[in-house]
Structures are given as structure tokens and as C-alpha cells.
């Protein structure tokens, strides 16, 4: 039984982590979806709320299972009995550091291979972080994610009423 890791922050998810995770899932028997609870970026939404939003993106899937997890990616692979992680490129700048990471990895664990896949070409251009930005300042990002990602991104970007007492 193959066993593949997609390890991510989901910040949110995205159509193209949506994309490359239902292209992995037919390659291998299952897929777990690994969202990092402190990766070193600030995070927009909790790792219960991205979580849920990977879970329910996903949940179409039989094969795949969304979890956190908060220690060495390749620690986490090994815990789940995935020797493969797989990764999405969209952009030539998203190489250099995927081969960073994954020349890591392959000398923390050289047992655990990576495995990158392309995004499709309409989803290229799209990150967590050029949404964010495209969300607060009001722009229309229905095309990017699920109703629900956009939803929840304009309610936490929201700006939030002060009360005066």
C-alpha cells in the first residue's frame, strides 16, 4: 500500500492545493494532508479552522485524510507510514525552494522520497498570501477557493467594529 504525505499550511487552501491534492490521491492508495500547526509564517486562521476547511475541500475523496501535525515533516511522514511526500510547483521561483526542502528532508530521511506536481496552468499564480492581500482589499476571489474559504477570509479580514465606552 502506497502512503503519500501533502504537507502544507493551508492558509488557506486553495483551488490549486485542492488541485494537486485530488491529482495525488489517484496515484497512490491513501493521502494524508498534513496541515503545519506552527510553520514560521504568521498564520491567518487556526489550525482547527484549516483543518476543517482542507477536510471539507477534500472530503469528496475516500482515500485521503486531513491532520495536523506539529513536528519534522519527515518525522510526521514516518509516524503515518508515508514514505513519499508529495509537493505542488506553480512557478519556476517555487523550484528553487522545494529543492531546497526536499534535499533536506532526503538527508534528515533517506528513505522518504519527494514528489513534485505541477499545477495546472490556471491555478499558477495562485498563493495563500496574494489572496489574502487580493481578499482585504475587497477584491473578488471566488475563482480562487470554495465559496467557504472566501467567506471565512472576508469574515476574518473583515475590519472588526470598536465599541467606545
Excluded at 50 to 62: D, F, N, Q, W
Amino acid at each position: 500500500m502506497i502512503v503519500a504525505l501533502y504537507p502544507g499550511s493551508f492558509d488557506p487552501v486553495t483551488n490549486g492545493h485542492i488541485d494537486v491534492a485530488s491529482r495525488a490521491s489517484g496515484l497512490v492508495d491513501q493521502l494524508i494532508i498534513g496541515v503545519f500547526a506552527s510553520p514560521p509564517k504568521r498564520l491567518l486562521f487556526t489550525t482547527g479552522e484549516r483543518v476543517e476547511m482542507v477536510s471539507k475541500a477534500l472530503g469528496h475523496l475516500p482515500n485521503v485524510r486531513v491532520v495536523s501535525y506539529a513536528n519534522l515533516t519527515v518525522d510526521f511522514a514516518k509516524e503515518v507510514g508515508s514514505r513519499v511526500i508529495i509537493r505542488g510547483l506553480r512557478v519556476g521561483s517555487d523550484f528553487e525552494r522545494e529543492f531546497d526542502m526536499a534535499l533536506m528532508n532526503k538527508k534528515l530521511s533517506p528513505d522518504i522520497e519527494t514528489v513534485c506536481l505541477m499545477a495546472a496552468a490556471e491555478h499558477q499564480f495562485i498563493s495563500s498570501s496574494l489572496l489574502k492581500e487580493a481578499a482585504q482589499g475587497g477584491g473578488c476571489i471566488e475563482a480562487f477557493v470554495p465559496k467557504y474559504v472566501a467567506a471565512a477570509l472576508r469574515e476574518k479580514l473583515s475590519p472588526k467594529e470598536v465599541s467606545s465606552s
